[in-house]
């Protein structure tokens, strides 16, 4: 609390109001309104400074502490003091103060007082202080009321005598109609009234823009100037606020668009009046520059008659203002209760309604040990005190009050609030940990405790405290403009941004591992002979400074790509390589990927699509790497290549060149049954042709001899994918994988029940045939076929270690592998057994029936499937059943 003064300066005080208002000394009362940017404020300060003293009342910490510092500059820090709810910086012999409307020490005498935003009398939360001070708030030289001009009326009706002067507005403020957020003008603040529309909107502005400043009242003041500071230097050009921009802020924004219409103010949710959207619109344009005003497309429009109002600054009157006694008595809780609710002396004031320190002392006063309690002035006095301790988190409830009597009942009976009390509930606010949200919160609970701190009388050493928790709140504060900025800052893109707008060439490098630099910043990678943009900088296709980043990017790379070319133009063949999933590789990097061609051995070249390449340039670098490419497969794919010439050698028999192109097409290796007709039709001279190039004609397939090795089996997967599989780009690592699987395996493969479906035509043009459980390359299937041809021209025989060796799996793959060979099952004295396939319908042409023949129409895996649970039961002392129990080794003869 402050004490009345008595003032050293009576005689020069008295001077002064005889020389400004005669001898009679009437203080004058001024009322200064109009719309925003007309210089209220700075009228007030000048006139201010030409008295001995003064007093001005602000409706946010905010602004006294930035109408604080301006008066500093003028008078010097000795004179002027700064008195808030949260912080009294009260020099021995200060003059002026500076102040938040609440904490105005009005048993302080003044020369001059003034009073900002006056129309808030009319606010059902904070209305009644804005009463008060008009009624009882006097200089006792000069008095000024500031405001809107819809306060005229009832200033008039209260305030009789006082002098009305109206200030236009300095600059013009226009509408400009609605606009998607993405297409704002730099310098424009987006109006929402949540906290999640104003995150939501500043996350599209971050990805879009670069970023935004953020402003709400729910930050801490220091939080909020350093989010201001942001906006005012440059380094974002948005804004995105509540509608606590529209006291006072003074900020360089040239446009104001309404993200929202509507708000919930404590009691509903309802569409803001006229002039609530002509005091935020106001904040558009600055001194004597032009202003405008809209919504975003997501928002809709205003009507007519809104946008002449705003325009025209032209609103609705204020006929009736909050009222709430100021003349209490402290005799009993009962007797304070009484008094605050006194109804209005006066027409035009109306009741307020239960603020929540009422609403707080009404509870509190209703619990019996509390009531015991405040039995005398002083302690009802104290009662009502903390009642008035703010509830900054605004949504506690309850635990507010809670905390308000733990207050109460620690005072009345330690006399003081306990050092160790105050510490466990000020140290676990000291942590910077969390997110923004988290920060928010433990920044709320930090402030009610500083403006504790300020009260001297609760606390044994409460200049420490108030240090401490000012340390704290600084330290949250710093903490949480980091995480407001990280969030909603892409500090990459602004720079980016503010480059471009100055008009000058931005500045671009290019590093030796390919990461491209525009002033400063990775936006891309020259990868090959493209530039891969990096999209995580957030800037939209459409917007210009993504344009113009590209397009510095691409200017700086063109020579680059150019020499590049010529490297690539001039390279040897072993600069190149074929890579498993298609593409064609220079110094590890794609520079071309195939596409089908006219025939499966001549895939076309397509270089990567490159905005740094010409059309002609495309050309040159295809023919280079065509000319490659054909060069590396006639190097590692020759008997097939051969074979390929061999379908129109003249000289050779036509069964013979039949042979030679359905082996080209197969990439090496065709079924028997698909060229038997013209294998029983060759002629000594065409067998000798195809068995000089390397064509072998087993019982299950025909095949190039000595293909079956790694490179090899890679370059036939990959053409049969491309010429095959249309969309072989949409499926380039399931065919890497299949390759890689069938060069690490060898000539024997195990397949898994859960492994995909493999295409028999993939398997053979590969070089390998599907077996039931197995897959075998060509020549070992013919070597196993043999093995147990052999074997059958004896009869009956069982499965031998030999054939398991062949197979490389266990007994159940090898009659599964026998089965897919065509090997009928028997049972025979020493368990399971197999016939020929010619033998079993010699002998058995009864089993030819229906049921047979779709049983052997199945695929290989399904016959395999079906064996395995219809396997007769053997003796365990059997050969056979010994050989179940047997895992053959992978590798084994061809």
Same mark, same amino acid.
């Given at each position: 609390?402050?004490?009345?003064?008595?003032?050293?300066?009576?005689?020069?005080?008295?001077?002064?109001?005889?020389?400004?208002?005669?001898?009679?000394?009437?203080?004058?009362?001024?009322?200064?309104?109009?719309?925003?940017?007309?210089?209220?404020?700075?009228?007030?300060?000048?006139?201010?400074?030409?008295?001995?003293?003064?007093?001005?009342?602000?409706?946010?910490?905010?602004?006294?502490?930035?109408?604080?510092?301006?008066?500093?500059?003028?008078?010097?820090?000795?004179?002027?003091?700064?008195?808030?709810?949260?912080?009294?910086?009260?020099?021995?012999?200060?003059?002026?103060?500076?102040?938040?409307?609440?904490?105005?020490?009005?048993?302080?005498?003044?020369?001059?007082?003034?009073?900002?935003?006056?129309?808030?009398?009319?606010?059902?939360?904070?209305?009644?202080?804005?009463?008060?001070?008009?009624?009882?708030?006097?200089?006792?030289?000069?008095?000024?009321?500031?405001?809107?001009?819809?306060?005229?009326?009832?200033?008039?009706?209260?305030?009789?005598?006082?002098?009305?002067?109206?200030?236009?507005?300095?600059?013009?403020?226009?509408?400009?109609?609605?606009?998607?957020?993405?297409?704002?003008?730099?310098?424009?603040?987006?109006?929402?009234?949540?906290?999640?529309?104003?995150?939501?909107?500043?996350?599209?502005?971050?990805?879009?823009?670069?970023?935004?400043?953020?402003?709400?009242?729910?930050?801490?003041?220091?939080?909020?100037?350093?989010?201001?500071?942001?906006?005012?230097?440059?380094?974002?050009?948005?804004?995105?606020?509540?509608?606590?921009?529209?006291?006072?802020?003074?900020?360089?924004?040239?446009?104001?668009?309404?993200?929202?219409?509507?708000?919930?103010?404590?009691?509903?949710?309802?569409?803001?009046?006229?002039?609530?959207?002509?005091?935020?619109?106001?904040?558009?344009?600055?001194?004597?520059?032009?202003?405008?005003?809209?919504?975003?497309?997501?928002?809709?429009?205003?009507?007519?008659?809104?946008?002449?109002?705003?325009?025209?600054?032209?609103?609705?009157?204020?006929?009736?203002?909050?009222?709430?006694?100021?003349?209490?008595?402290?005799?009993?809780?009962?007797?304070?209760?009484?008094?605050?609710?006194?109804?209005?002396?006066?027409?035009?004031?109306?009741?307020?309604?239960?603020?929540?320190?009422?609403?707080?002392?009404?509870?509190?006063?209703?619990?019996?040990?509390?009531?015991?309690?405040?039995?005398?002035?002083?302690?009802?006095?104290?009662?009502?005190?903390?009642?008035?301790?703010?509830?900054?988190?605004?949504?506690?409830?309850?635990?507010? $009050?809670?905390? *308000?009597?733990?207050?109460?009942?620690?005072?009345?009976?330690?006399?003081? @609030? &306990? #050092?160790?009390?105050? %510490? !466990?509930?000020?140290?676990?606010?000291?942590?910077?940990?969390?997110?923004?949200?988290?920060?928010?919160?433990?920044?709320?609970?930090?402030?009610?405790?500083?403006?504790?701190?300020?009260?001297?009388?609760?606390?044994?050493?409460?200049?420490?405290?108030?240090?401490?928790?000012?340390?704290?709140?600084?330290?949250?504060?710093?903490?949480?403009?980091?995480?407001?900025?990280?969030?909603?800052?892409?500090?990459?893109?602004?720079?980016?941004?503010?480059?471009?707008?100055?008009?000058?060439?931005?500045?671009?490098?290019?590093?030796?591992?390919?990461?491209?630099?525009?002033?400063?910043?990775? $936006?891309?990678? *020259?990868?090959?002979?493209?530039?891969?943009?990096?999209?995580?900088?957030? @800037? &939209? #296709?459409?917007?210009? %400074? !993504?344009?113009?980043?590209?397009?510095?990017?691409?200017?700086?790379?063109?020579?680059?790509?150019?020499?590049?070319l010529l490297k690539i133009l001039d390279a040897p063949s072993g600069d190149f390589r074929?890579?498993?999933?298609?593409?064609?590789?220079?110094?590890?990097?794609?520079?071309?990927?195939?596409?089908?061609?006219?025939?499966?051995?001549?895939?076309?070249?397509?270089?990567?699509?490159?905005?740094?390449?010409?059309?002609?340039?495309?050309?040159?670098?295809?023919?280079?790497?065509?000319?490659?490419?054909?060069?590396?497969?006639?190097?590692?794919?020759?008997?097939?290549?051969?074979?390929?010439?061999?379908?129109?050698?003249?000289?050779?028999?036509?069964?013979?060149?039949?042979?030679?192109?359905?082996?080209?097409?197969g990439l090496g290796a065709v079924a028997r049954g698909d060229v038997e007709a013209l294998?029983?039709?060759?002629?000594?001279?065409?067998?000798?042709?195809?068995?000089?190039?390397?064509?072998?004609?087993?019982?299950?397939?025909?095949?190039?001899?000595?293909?079956?090795?790694?490179?090899?089996?890679?370059?036939?997967?990959?053409?049969?994918?491309?010429?095959?599989?249309?969309?072989?780009?949409?499926?380039?690592?399931?065919?890497?994988?299949?390759?890689?699987?069938?060069?690490?395996?060898?000539?024997?493969?195990?397949?898994?029940?859960?492994?995909?479906?493999?295409?028999?035509?993939?398997?053979?043009?590969?070089?390998?045939?599907?077996?039931?459980?197995?897959?075998?390359?060509?020549?070992?299937?013919?070597?196993?076929?043999?093995?147990?041809?052999?074997?059958?021209?004896?009869?009956?025989?069982?499965?031998?270690?030999?054939?398991?060796?062949?197979?490389?799996?266990?007994?159940?793959?090898?009659?599964?592998?026998?089965?897919?060979?065509?090997?009928?099952?028997?049972?025979?004295?020493?368990?399971?057994?197999?016939?020929?396939?010619?033998?079993?319908?010699?002998?058995?042409?009864?089993?030819?029936?229906?049921?047979?023949?779709?049983?052997?129409?199945?695929?290989?895996?399904?016959?395999?499937?079906?064996?395995?649970?219809?396997?007769?039961?053997?003796?365990?002392?059997?050969?056979?059943?010994?050989?179940?129990?047997?895992?053959?080794?992978?590798?084994?003869?061809?």
């Amino acid at each position: 609390m402050f004490e009345p003064e008595n003032n050293p300066l009576n005689n020069q005080v008295q001077s002064d109001v005889r020389a400004r208002f005669g001898a009679s000394g009437e203080p004058r009362v001024t009322a200064v309104l109009g719309p925003t940017n007309t210089g209220k404020t700075y009228l007030a300060i000048d006139r201010m400074m030409g008295h001995v003293s003064g007093m001005m009342g602000f409706p946010l910490r905010l602004l006294a502490r930035e109408n604080y510092e301006r008066v500093v500059a003028i008078k010097g820090a000795d004179k002027v003091a700064l008195v808030t709810g949260e912080e009294k910086i009260i020099p021995p012999n200060a003059s002026y103060f500076l102040c938040t409307v609440e904490s105005m020490p009005l048993d302080r005498k003044v020369a001059f007082l003034a009073i900002d935003e006056v129309q808030l009398a009319g606010d059902p939360e904070r209305g009644h202080i804005f009463t008060d001070r008009i009624l009882h708030a006097r200089g006792y030289g000069e008095t000024m009321f500031l405001g809107s001009d819809t306060m005229a009326p009832m200033i008039r009706q209260l305030v009789p005598g006082c002098e009305f002067i109206s200030r236009p507005r300095f600059s013009r403020l226009s509408f400009v109609g609605s606009d998607k957020i993405t297409r704002l003008p730099p310098r424009s603040a987006v109006v929402a009234f949540s906290a999640a529309e104003v995150y939501g909107i500043a996350e599209l502005l971050r990805r879009t823009r670069g970023g935004a400043a953020v402003v709400m009242g729910a930050l801490s003041p220091r939080t909020r100037n350093a989010q201001v500071a942001m906006f005012q230097s440059g380094e974002v050009d948005y804004l995105v606020a509540t509608d606590a921009i529209g006291m006072g802020l003074n900020m360089d924004v040239t446009h104001v668009a309404f993200g929202q219409l509507h708000k919930f103010d404590g009691r509903k949710r309802r569409m803001l009046t006229g002039a609530e959207f002509g005091q935020i619109a106001g904040r558009a344009g600055r001194h004597m520059n032009d202003g405008t005003f809209g919504t975003t497309s997501e928002t809709g429009q205003f009507t007519a008659e809104m946008v002449e109002a705003i325009e025209g600054h032209n609103f609705e009157k204020i006929r009736a203002i909050y009222w709430r006694n100021s003349e209490l008595n402290f005799g009993s809780p009962q007797a304070l209760l009484r008094a605050l609710s006194r109804p209005p002396p006066a027409p035009g004031l109306l009741g307020m309604r239960l603020g929540p320190d009422h609403l707080a002392l009404k509870t509190l006063a209703a619990e019996p040990e509390i009531r015991a309690t405040a039995t005398n002035a002083d302690r009802v006095r104290l009662l009502w005190e903390v009642c008035q301790i703010p509830d900054f988190r605004g949504r506690s409830g309850g635990q507010h $009050v809670n905390f *308000l009597s733990s207050v109460y009942r620690a005072i009345g009976a330690g006399g003081v @609030l &306990s #050092d160790d009390w105050i %510490a !466990r509930n000020v140290d676990r606010m000291d942590r910077t940990d969390g997110d923004i949200e988290t920060l928010t919160g433990r920044i709320d609970q930090i402030r009610t405790w500083t403006y504790i701190s300020q009260r001297t009388d609760w606390m044994r050493d409460a200049v420490d405290w108030r240090d401490r928790t000012r340390a704290i709140e600084d330290r949250l504060s710093d903490a949480l403009h980091d995480r407001l900025t990280q969030r909603f800052v892409d500090r990459r893109t602004t720079a980016l941004v503010k480059g471009m707008k100055s008009q000058e060439e931005l500045v671009t490098s290019i590093e030796e591992d390919g990461r491209v630099k525009v002033e400063g910043h990775f $936006v891309g990678r *020259l990868d090959g002979l493209r530039f891969r943009e990096d999209m995580t900088y957030g @800037l &939209s #296709d459409g917007d210009l %400074a !993504r344009k113009a980043v590209r397009g510095a990017a691409q200017a700086a790379l063109k020579p680059v790509i150019a020499a590049r070319l010529l490297k690539i133009l001039d390279a040897p063949s072993g600069d190149f390589r074929l890579a498993d999933d298609g593409f064609i590789l220079w110094q590890g990097r794609g520079i071309a990927t195939l596409a089908p061609g006219r025939d499966i051995l001549s895939p076309v070249v397509s270089p990567v699509s490159s905005e740094l390449l010409s059309a002609k340039d495309t050309a040159v670098l295809g023919g280079k790497l065509t000319a490659w490419l054909s060069a590396h497969l006639e190097r590692n794919l020759g008997p097939l290549m051969r074979a390929r010439a061999g379908a129109s050698n003249d000289a050779i028999s036509g069964p013979a060149r039949g042979i030679f192109f359905q082996l080209a097409e197969g990439l090496g290796a065709v079924a028997r049954g698909d060229v038997e007709a013209l294998v029983r039709s060759l002629d000594p001279k065409g067998r000798k042709a195809l068995a000089a190039a390397g064509v072998r004609m087993g019982t299950k397939t025909v095949f190039i001899d000595a293909m079956d090795k790694g490179h090899g089996v890679r370059l036939r997967g990959l053409l049969w994918a491309n010429h095959h599989k249309p969309t072989f780009g949409d499926a380039r690592s399931e065919i890497s994988k299949r390759i890689r699987t069938l060069i690490r395996s060898g000539p024997t493969i195990a397949l898994a029940a859960q492994d995909p479906v493999w295409e028999d035509a993939f398997c053979l043009a590969c070089g390998y045939v599907l077996l039931g459980p197995r897959l075998l390359s060509c020549p070992r299937t013919e070597i196993l076929a043999s093995t147990a041809r052999k074997l059958a021209r004896q009869g009956v025989f069982s499965p031998t270690l030999e054939l398991g060796r062949l197979v490389g799996g266990d007994g159940d793959d090898l009659v599964g592998v026998l089965l897919a060979l065509g090997f009928q099952s028997e049972e025979s004295p020493d368990g399971l057994g197999f016939v020929s396939p010619q033998r079993a319908r010699r002998a058995k042409p009864e089993n030819r029936s229906n049921a047979g023949a779709k049983r052997r129409s199945k695929t290989s895996a399904q016959r395999h499937k079906a064996h395995k649970g219809s396997v007769p039961a053997v003796d365990e002392h059997s050969p056979f059943a010994k050989l179940r129990e047997i895992k053959f080794p992978q590798k084994g003869p061809k």
